[in-house]
């Protein structure tokens, strides 16, 4: 009984190394000027060498997002180029490389730091500035067939399929991607393997889709990532879920495919027939079912 006492004691003790509420420290104050260091790239048409350049920025005369001081060294220098689209971290038009960490610039504050570094994402070819070429990314993507696919299939628009909330919920910390590619040219995977690995953000769409309760094409798709490549070259460094700016965790989709794909799990039957609110016509009788 004594070393159960002793043991717990020591064990409050060790928490409270962890869990003790301290006030966080204040941050200094820098003030509101900031030095921008920013790649810049006329492109390959140019036969001109990347550079750095830096900017003297002072950050109270705009939002204090990243986006926001972005916009206003565009003003200082129009031919500086970046993509952006819905200033709400949506689209993923604009992500970017700062401070070493990959970022969407509308959702991220401007560093309390004097020098801000800010570069295209990696491993992409840059085409100007911080304006990168996604071809490749969407092509991946694309492989994966983003989309229900039926077998039994009535007339477009006329019901919807059904699903219930329980496999609705599934979904949840899936669909919210945007395709900024941040978790993609942040693993060293992907960098390695380019050419025949998905990447992280694929195959997290690929795990939606498979798992979608409404899809009848699991198993071609399974089919389809069975390869020492497509999905087995993910190595769990876990760098996805730390870059993912919308706090999704990509390896851990990937760990849950990968249980799919070698057939250690299988997919749940759906709780209600997708069908269920469809039309009572007779277009079921015209449907190619396999």
Partial sequence: MLRIYRWQSELRGFGRIFYSHKPAA??????PRRVFKVYRFEGIDTRKEPTIQTFDVDVSTCGKMLLDAMIKIKDMDPTFSFRRSCREGICGSCAVNLQGRNCLACITLIPQSKVVNLYPIPHMYVMRDLIVDMAHFFKGYNSIRPYIIRKTQGPIGQFQY?????????????YEC???????????SYWWNGRRFLGPASLLHAYRWVIDSRDEDTEQRLKDLRDDFKAFRCHTIMNCSLDCPKGLHPAHAIAKLKLLISGLQKKENPDLDPLKLASTGDWTQKCKIK
């Avoid at 204040?26 to 003030?31: C, F, H, L, M, W």
């Avoid at 059904?162 to 899936?174: E, P």
């Fill in 26 to 31: 204040a941050e200094k104050d820098i003030g």
């Fill in 162 to 174: 059904a699903q219930s909330i329980r496999d609705n919920l599934k979904m949840i910390g899936l």
């Fill in 178 to 188: 945007v395709l900024c590619s941040c978790c993609a040219t942040a693993c060293p």
